[in-house]
């Protein structure tokens, strides 16, 4: 049994998505996001980010985690944001103790949907579909975040296999 956390980051809404995989199934605990409101100075924003990241690792006691790699090819400013945030979320991972794994979101597509090209709506069905949920989860941070999370867990099973040589 293994319950992994993902992370979409980001300083005003950072998603977050527990999965557990039993018996080869997938299975949500918990998703969701932590905000930070935008006239909160960033060093707060970041501080808020960190102990409520903390405080979910803490209650949930996950073993790895998985974190979007993010690129922006025109905004510099939002792209200096999400790194901070990013930085952040890695060193309260680490800080935890646990793995970390990072991929990009091509990469988390190809492992969700199967196809990297894959739009965002056909990767929330997706994610939906393998977690057996109703509706897609809301907002689409928590959304992504679970994907990342899920492709973790696919991208662990094929490296287990390499590694095995199967």
């Known amino acids: 049994?293994?319950?992994?956390?993902?992370?979409?980051p980001g300083t005003a809404i950072t998603g977050y998505g527990l999965v557990r995989e039993v018996d080869g199934q997938l299975e949500t605990v918990d998703y969701g996001v932590i905000r930070t409101p935008a006239d909160m100075p960033l060093p707060q924003r970041l501080q808020t980010i960190f102990h409520d990241l903390t405080a979910l690792i803490q209650t949930h006691k996950p073993q790895s985690a998985a974190v979007e790699k993010v690129f922006f090819s025109s905004n510099a400013k939002t792209a200096m944001s999400v790194g901070h945030a990013r930085g952040v979320q890695l060193l309260?991972?680490?800080?935890?103790?646990?793995?970390?794994?990072?991929?990009?979101?091509n990469e988390v597509k190809q492992a969700t949907?199967?196809?990297g090209g894959a739009d965002k709506y056909q990767m929330q069905q997706m994610v939906a579909a393998l977690l057996n949920l109703e509706d897609i989860p809301r907002p689409d941070d928590a959304a992504d975040a679970l994907a990342v999370a899920i492709c973790h867990i696919n991208t662990s099973h094929f490296q287990s296999l390499i590694d095995t040589g199967y």
């Open 113 to 115: 949907v199967g196809y």
């Open 1 to 8: 049994m293994t319950l992994v956390l993902g992370l979409d």
């Open 92 to 105: 309260a991972l680490a800080e935890a103790g646990l793995s970390i794994a990072e991929y990009t979101p």
